[in-house]
């Protein structure tokens, strides 16, 4: 099965900085690719995902990248707010499946 | 905004006793999940669900798991006799399309606590 490692595990930058995180999957058939935010006491929210046949994508202050020949992608979140601190899950799943294999997460602390 | 609700927030039994973790996903989504997640480790799939039936589960869901759709609205995930392994968040999802290529909106989860 699938198999998603993700770095750093705990992330910590100041306010106004950028955050980047990243994963890498083992599945060459995996072919979608979100990334959740869970804030304490609440569940995964998607706040971006990408499809592989794509390389990059953005929406406002968050950026999401795909590397498919070196099965790795990357979370970019630029000028950090206090409000951007919590968990950040990446996840891979495979266009046969129904299950996501998550990665084991990202806590981020942004500095004010 | 259409969400899924999960009840209760929080469950404590005891060895051995059975629980029944209660979801109602969102309205016209077609597909149903649970998820888990034991503290500090990754979120694990258990099973999904389809037309009134089970598409595909995990190792983890074994003879003591099973989950139903005993009306229009819920979803159940029903432990027989729980273990203290089996303390966890559980989260429910839910989509519209087939498998997790569309957005799957999550539940806020239920921590599940045995004691």
């Known amino acids: 099965g699938e198999n998603v490692e993700q770095h750093p595990s705990t992330l910590s930058v100041q306010e106004g900085d950028s955050a980047v995180i990243k994963c890498t999957y083992s599945?060459?058939?995996?072919?979608?690719f979100p990334w959740y935010k869970q804030e304490l006491g609440k569940g995964p929210q998607l706040i971006i995902d990408?499809?592989?046949?794509?390389g990059e994508k953005k929406d406002q202050r968050i950026a999401v990248t795909l590397n498919k020949t070196a099965k790795h992608f990357s979370l970019h979140i630029t000028e950090t707010q206090p409000e951007d601190s919590a968990v950040y899950f990446c996840?891979?799943?495979?266009?046969?499946?129904?299950?996501?294999?998550f990665g084991t997460g990202t806590s981020l602390t942004v500095i004010p | 905004e259409p969400e899924v609700t999960q009840t209760p927030s929080h469950q404590v039994t005891q060895m051995g006793q059975e629980v029944i973790l209660r979801c109602v996903p969102i309205?016209?989504?077609?597909?149903f999940y649970w998820y888990r997640q034991i503290l500090g480790q990754k979120v694990e799939f258990l099973v999904s669900?389809?037309?009134?039936?089970?598409?595909?589960k995990s190792e983890i869901f074994d003879d003591q798991f099973s989950v139903e759709r005993p009306d229009g609205s819920n979803f159940t995930l029903k432990i027989r006799s729980t273990k203290l392994e089996d303390s966890a968040m559980y989260f429910c999802?839910?989509?519209f399309g087939g498998g997790m290529n569309t957005e799957a909106f999550f539940g806020q989860g239920t921590r599940l606590t045995v004691v």
């Open positions: 996840a891979a799943i495979g266009n046969t499946g129904n299950q996501f294999y």
């Open positions: 599945d060459s058939a995996s072919n979608y």
């Open positions: 669900f389809y037309n009134n039936e089970i598409s595909e």
């Open positions: 990408i499809r592989s046949n794509v």
């Open positions: 309205s016209n989504h077609l597909y």
């Open positions: 999802a839910s989509n």
